[in-house]
């Protein structure tokens, strides 16, 4: 009994030997990829579900349910019980971040474009970017992504200052996503998705207090339960999860110049889901896009604080 306690036992991570085989067979491109998909089919649902709950009511539940279907799978309490005391530190922060920019996202979007708010966070990751994209090659990559990006935003200014402020702190707070996430994925944590599973247990304790109330709605109305699961499926498990398996082996600069694909996505769900027909000049976005994301050369991996 005594020698099976000091056993090391099997990581509670959700990416088990199968996941953990697939993780590598993909390209790490490909699970961005499958991020940016759901990052934007996420908030389309939730923007719907804002009269009936509230947007504090639906981030509460957004975060809620992901908690839930980690908690099983990840076992954030062994997780912490664990870490050592720096990378506890670093879930913390990370959850605390994760609460925090969820609320002030579907704060921004009550009142804002979902466009200027995405131009806002799309500033954060060009310094992010920039820090190690340090070839004349990936500088020019950089350039030709922003340029497109640029292109399909259409950004239109907004004189309501207390959105622009939840978008700004939205955007500060999705660099603190990409460089915690970065380290979770990389640090000692079990690995990155049971470090994903533990964060979301901590921001499910920061928004307890704040959306429970408008929440409470959903509770007895088993339709409207059942599409807020399936908003926090789409918006924090499905994303974070492929995001984590992409920093795992993407240096930081590289996935913060992908990022520029995000618009990219929008405007396809804008095709598919809501019959949005680009314009030309949408168009020449996604091709500057695509071409800077294409051109770009990931450097060695190194360990990036």
Known sequence: MKDR???????????????????SALPPHLWFGVSAVFHYL???????????????????LRIAS??????????????????NRSTRLLLLAFGACLGIMNCSFYLALDRLPISLVAAIEFVGTIGVALVGL????????????????LLLIDVKWSSDPVGLFWAFLNGALFVFYIV?????????????????????????????????????????????????IGVGICSSVIPYICDQLAMSRLP?????????????????IGIVVLRQI??????????LVVAGVAFHKPAPQTNEA
């Open 180 to 228: 915690l996430g970065h380290r979770v994925a990389r640090a000692g944590a079990g690995d990155g998705i049971a470090g994903l599973g533990a964060a979301m247990a901590v921001a499910f304790l920061i928004v307890l207090p704040v959306g429970f109330a408008d929440a409470l709605p959903a509770f007895s109305a088993p339709t409207l339960l059942i599409a807020a």
């Open 5 to 23: 306690a000091q056993a090391p036992a099997a990581s509670p991570a959700l990416a088990g030997p199968a996941l953990a085989n697939l993780a």
């Open 278 to 287: 680009p314009s030309l000049t949408d168009c020449l976005g996604i091709a």
């Open 66 to 83: 992901a908690a839930l279907v980690f908690a099983p799978l990840t076992r954030p309490w062994t997780v912490f019980a664990r870490a």
């Open 42 to 60: 996420g908030p389309a649902f939730a923007v719907l579900l804002f009269p009936h709950v509230g947007v504090l009511g639906m981030a509460w």
């Open 134 to 149: 340090r070839s004349p090659r990936n500088l020019a990559a950089l350039a030709v992504a922003v340029t497109g990006t």
């Open 252 to 268: 930081r600069s590289s996935f913060a110049l992908m990022l520029s694909l995000l618009p990219v996505t929008a405007t396809l």
